[in-house]
């Protein structure tokens, strides 16, 4: 009996332990599970806080993840374009802090270093991909670190093909074969060029008595800042097709000034010779092509010497992106440029000084109902010579300054290169003269 007892006993006893220890067994899972809900809850906040960090970066190729930026005062590294240009490459335009160096790396292991201008950047790199993951840094007073995922808009056929480089710097990708001196002329090419301005030049001379033709013909940017050219173009190392048809010019018996080594003088002045954003020369540029041209005519007219610097104005502000900009596809007024018009200092002659000649106070590019149409204009001055003037687009930065020191000056309208007699002995100016673009030398050629 008492056996009976001592194994029931035991038995309660048992069955207790069981059940204190399934209890703790029961709470040990029950720990163990919330431990595992909490990593799995922190796991999940930080793959959120990743994906938001992906996120914006992936978007800030096409929106600005950081406040509105004031363009004279910049602060902060943002992206306003990312454009396919040449050779599978693309470039990313943005702003930064004034003076900041630029750093941009890829996921593929590209790494570039670029200068700013003026709170504005671009970084030229290659595709890797459909899209291409850059990591870009601005390193001024401030250091700020951007990341995108860079899907480059694609410019439509209108739109002239452009390169981009680093450093805020574009060329128009038909300037390269002049670079590249890959269309130099033939001998026979430049005999007969030479042959055609000798019986122009024999033709003036019976005709006229005198009428001198002149060739201003305005290198390319990257003819006289090669550096800035990507190293995907090679510089050519012989005479240069602009180089060859000013010596067959002279050779014909016209003047020819030869604007290669004045803006070399030139490169480093405090103006810019020619814009960032636009394929143009600067007012600046032109004003030292001026000095040049008259220069040379005030040795038979005296008082068409060049107005010095100082009779001129130079307002500096942030204009509007110009043309190149234009054809990557950028919004104009947001990929802007810092820069420098010119505006006379002095009583202008009012028919000349209300001529437009940009589309705006705050654009580069030039206005067309003002530029465009052929125009003729009269200081009243018979002591300064009479000007017949042929012309490209190049026309628009010295338009001014060139009528202001003629006393008759007939403008034909743009990309009109006809050399006609009969129209030039009607006019009879001491002077026909021919402003034109390096890569549009073919027009002469042709004309």
């Not at 450093?167 to 042959?195: A, H």
């Not at 190392?237 to 030869?258: F, R, W």
């Amino acid at each position: 009996m008492r056996m009976k007892k001592t194994a029931v006993i035991l038995l309660v006893f048992i069955l207790t332990l069981l059940t204190l220890l399934a209890a703790c067994v029961e709470k040990g899972e029950e720990s163990t599970a919330e431990s595992i809900d909490s990593a799995s809850s922190v796991g999940s906040e930080d793959s959120k806080e990743n994906s938001s960090k992906e996120d914006s970066g992936s978007s800030s190729a096409e929106t600005e993840s950081l406040p509105a930026i004031d363009n004279k005062e910049t602060e902060y590294l943002n992206v306003l374009g990312c454009t396919l240009t040449d050779k599978n490459s693309f470039v990313v335009v943005g702003q930064c802090e004034k003076e900041a160096i630029i750093e941009a790396e890829t996921a593929g292991g590209q790494s570039v270093s670029a200068d700013t201008d003026n709170g504005y950047y671009s970084v030229r790199l290659k595709k890797e991909g459909t899209k291409t993951r850059v990591y870009i840094k601005a390193t001024g007073t401030l250091v700020e670190e951007y990341a995108l995922d860079a899907k480059p808009i694609v410019p439509n056929s209108d739109m002239w093909p452009i390169v981009g480089a680093s450093g805020y710097n574009f060329f128009f990708q038909k300037m390269m074969p002049d670079f590249m001196q890959t269309n130099t002329l033939s001998e026979k090419q430049l005999g007969t060029l030479t042959e055609k301005i000798r019986n122009r030049v024999s033709e003036l001379d019976n005709t006229l008595f005198g009428t001198e033709i002149i060739y201003l013909i305005v290198p390319s940017k990257a003819s006289i800042y090669p550096e800035l050219v990507p190293e995907d173009y090679a510089k050519g190392t012989g005479e240069s097709k602009l180089e060859q048809v000013n010596n067959a010019l002279e050779a014909g018996g016209a003047t020819v000034i030869d604007l290669l080594d004045v803006f070399s003088e030139h490169k480093d002045d405090e103006y810019k010779l020619y814009w960032k954003t636009d394929s143009h020369w600067t007012d600046y540029g032109a004003y030292i092509a001026y000095n040049a041209l008259f220069d040379y005519i005030s040795g038979e007219f005296p008082g068409a010497a060049p107005r010095p610097v100082e009779d001129f104005d130079f307002a500096e502000d942030y204009y509007n992106g110009g043309d190149m900009i234009f054809y990557m596809m950028m919004d104009q007024d947001k990929v802007k440029e810092f820069n420098y018009y010119r505006t006379p200092a002095f009583d202008m002659n009012s028919e000349i000084a209300e001529v437009k000649r940009y589309r705006a106070p705050n654009y580069l590019m030039y206005d067309e109902g003002g530029m465009v149409p052929e125009r003729q204009f009269s200081t009243g001055n018979k002591a300064l010579p009479d000007f017949l003037v042929m012309r490209d687009s190049y026309s628009t930065q010295i338009y001014d300054i060139l009528a202001d020191r003629g006393n008759n000056t007939l403008y034909k309208s743009m990309w009109n290169y006809a050399f006609n007699i009969s129209e030039i002995t009607e006019v009879a100016p001491d002077y026909i003269i021919y402003i034109l673009a390096e890569w549009n030398i073919d027009s002469i050629l042709q004309s």
